[in-house]
């Protein structure tokens, strides 16, 4: 019967060092899960940094020409005022006289349509 005895108990403690076996490697599956997670979650980090510089890279490049299209625009802008302005004080005197002429030197005429009825 001590062998019977002895047979239970080796049976038990191996039982018992296959159950702290698998624990172990349960242990160390999620050591690794988590450990690959950590790596996962510093490469999207990383990569999100690089997008987000390369994004913002981009963006100053847009926004900087975008405020040279506009210093241009208002270059041509100020330049066209002025060549406006130098218009009109060019001919502003010719025009009043032209204007005046017209209107105060009057030639009454008659129509070529008018008949006269008598």
């Known amino acids: 019967m001590t062998s019977q005895s002895q047979g239970i108990h080796q049976l038990l403690q191996a039982e018992k060092r296959a159950k702290d076996k698998l624990e172990e490697a349960k242990k160390r599956k999620e050591k690794r899960l988590k450990q690959a997670k950590e790596e996962a979650m510093a ?13 913002r ?22 330049g066209k005022i002025k060549e406006l302005n130098g218009s009109y004080n060019k001919y502003m005197e010719s025009v009043l006289k032209h204007l005046l002429n017209s209107v105060c030197d009057v030639n009454p005429e008659i129509h070529v349509n008018y008949r006269a009825t008598n």
């Open 43 to 55: 490469e999207i980090d990383q990569y999100r940094m690089q997008r987000d510089k390369e994004f």
């Open 57 to 78: 890279l981009k963006q100053s490049k847009i926004m900087g020409s975008q405020s040279n299209v506009s210093e241009e625009i208002e270059e041509q802008t100020l």
